[in-house]
């Protein structure tokens, strides 16, 4: 008996062993799924809550419309029209190498390419984009599954190349990479959105109430530039770099009291509706970023300077050495011989020893004091990309030379624009002004952004307008006799410069650059005109190749700005 009882007691221990290890393994696996359902619901949530959206959400992006570029008279500059951009879903494309082909005969572009996007793993590739009206209805006809068109907005400029430097372009994705549309492209480009399409279990699109999250426009843009002038400008800088046989040319206008752009033009140009083809020689602004010696027209800094300093007066007497002249280092030519000419000849008659004599006089220091007072060494600050500072030597590393070379327009590097801004100074009185592209930004609810006139005292009242004298005396009976218009005031500097050649260490016998800076008035008008032709041919003299371009632009300005002063009073009665 007790044997049979114990014999019992071993089983039933046993069987409580089983029972109690079966309910630890239930109790392990149900902690186990539920730590695994807690994963999935909460830590995992997101994740795939996402992933259902994408397979029934389709999100499509909605690019904002840039916003118009305009001239000062409201004419379009730059603006969008619409076009069409291919795209594909992989996921709804079952004969993907079909498809690819199709695409690529149709399209012309690499199957390959289109093949490699079609394998990803993804609900959205773009095929191509901003195609015509004409490739969407081809595509169409083939009614492929997967492949879809989205209407986007594309850059245009309806004047082709005109103004091209100053608008520059932009890349695919209407992002500004050139000119005023990068300076400005946070303001133009339009804010992005979407549109949500929900889609069945057979990822076909339902487009039933969509989510719709609008895009926005950019600003536009009123630029102080004139298209017709703009226009007058960039054909005359063409003709005569044709003319001359010339490398290339730039031309600046400005307004001299307020710093404010009327043209600007460079030649070779492009057109900016096909900027990804164009030549990085012709995209090249030259009239912000080329830095060259300017030659005599750097004179006028010499001029300014003995002015403010008094050191001559008027009638002075300088001797300019018959035509030659031992400096320390080398010996200064002019381009004919003078014997004495008064301070006022020197400058008519651009004399490079009589300014080299008053340079010395006025003293390095008083010089290079001068030179960064008319802005020099420094950008003008124009709202432009790119703009260069020039090159000046800080005085302690000038040498002997420096100090004679200088003011006659070598060894020192400078601008189009800086040129024509230093000009400005001379021409509204004393005042170095801030050049700039941009009048207003304009949104959907009126002006954000007015540009306020900049400028600052740098020559005295009495300086500026003797040396105004004394450069309308240039154009009467001096170097720049061609630029000259009969009953229009007319004043301004030749130059003829010399360019460095690297290769051989000297400066050339061949190459030259001629420019004319100068300023013209009517009727209370005052405008800067910088013209600067590089290379040129036939003849290289700045007063022969520079200032008859100069003459035909300012007569166009003058009558330009007489008729539509008279339409603004007119339109007053």
């Known amino acids: ?33 539920s730590a695994r359902i807690i994963y999935l619901q909460v830590v995992k949530k997101n994740s795939f809550g996402g992933l259902a959206r994408r397979q029934h959400i389709k999100i499509i ?44 005969q149709n399209l012309h572009i690499d199957e390959e390419k289109i093949l490699g996007k079609l394998k990803k793993e993804c609900h959205f590739v773009w095929i191509k984009r901003k ?38 372009g932009v890349d695919i994705d209407n992002k500004g990479i050139e000119g005023v549309e990068l300076f400005y492209d946070k303001f133009l480009k339009g804010k992005e959105g979407f549109v949500s399409v929900l889609r069945d279990s057979l990822s076909r699109n339902i487009f039933i109430y969509p989510q719709i999250f609008e895009s926005k426009k950019g600003l536009d843009l009123h630029l102080t ?14 003709e005569t770099v044709h003319d001359y046989l010339a490398k290339a040319g730039s031309v600046v206008v400005a307004d ?29 602004d030259r009239a912000a970023v080329d830095i060259f010696e300017p030659g005599s027209v750097f004179k006028i800094v010499t001029l300014t300077g003995a002015l403010d300093k008094r050191i001559f007066s008027l009638d002075d007497k300088i001797y300019c050495e018959k035509g030659a002249f031992k400096i320390p280092g080398s010996v200064l030519h ?48 124009i709202d432009f990309p790119g703009e260069q500072k020039g090159l000046l030597k800080p005085l302690r590393l000038w040498s002997d030379t420096s100090g004679y070379i200088v ?45 306020r006139t900049r400028k600052v005292r740098v020559l005295s009242s009495r300086v500026a307008s003797l040396a105004k004298d004394i450069l309308i005396e240039v154009v009467n009976d001096g170097t720049g006799k061609l630029a000259r218009i009969k009953g229009i005031t007319v004043g301004g500097k030749t130059g003829t410069a010399q360019k460095f050649d690297t290769k051989t260490g000297r400066y050339s016998h061949s190459a030259f650059r001629a420019s004319f800076v100068g300023f013209v008035e009517d009727r209370g008008n005052s405008f800067v005109i910088c013209v600067s032709i590089d290379e040129p041919h036939r003849s290289h003299f ?11 632009i300012a007569r166009k300005l003058v009558k330009y700005e007489s008729i539509n002063n008279r339409i603004e009073v007119e339109s007053d009665y």
């Open 1 to 33: 008996m007790p044997e049979t009882f114990l014999s019992y007691f071993i089983v039933k221990k046993r069987s409580i062993s089983r029972i109690s290890f079966i309910y630890v393994i239930f109790t392990l696996l149900f902690l186990l799924l």
């Open 61 to 104: 992006p909605l690019k904002g419309q840039r916003g118009i570029i305009f001239d000062s008279k409201g004419r379009v500059l730059a603006t969008n029209i619409n076009v069409y951009s291919v795209y594909a879903d992989p996921g709804d494309i079952d004969k993907k190498d079909y498809v690819a082909k199709i695409l690529a």
């Open 131 to 168: 195609v015509s009206l004409y490739d969407k209805k081809t595509i169409e006809d083939f009614k492929l599954k997967g492949v879809y068109f989205l209407k986007e907005k594309m850059r245009f400029y309806p004047q082709g190349r005109l103004a091209s430097h100053i608008l520059g």
């Open 225 to 238: 530039v004139d298209a017709q002038m703009e226009y007058w400008v960039d054909k005359y800088l063409r």
């Open 256 to 284: 001299s009291h307020t710093g404010a752009i009327i043209a600007l033009a460079n030649y070779p140009c492009y057109d900016p509706n096909n900027i990804s083809s164009a030549s990085s020689d012709s995209v090249r």
């Open 334 to 381: 002019d381009w004919k011989p003078f014997g004495e000419l008064t301070f006022k000849e020197v400058f008519k008659k651009s004399s490079n020893i009589g300014v080299a004599k008053i340079a010395h006089k006025l003293g390095p220091k008083n010089l290079y004091f001068y030179i960064r007072r008319l802005g020099f060494g420094r950008t003008t600050g």
């Open 407 to 451: 003011p006659i327009g070598q060894e020192i590097g400078v601008t189009v624009l800086q040129l024509a801004r230093a000009m400005c100074v001379i021409a509204n009185g004393g005042y170095l002004v801030k050049l700039h592209l941009c009048d207003k930004l304009k949104g959907d609810y009126g002006f954000v952004r007015k540009t």
């Open 542 to 552: 700045g007063g022969v190749v520079a200032a008859p371009l100069f003459k035909k």
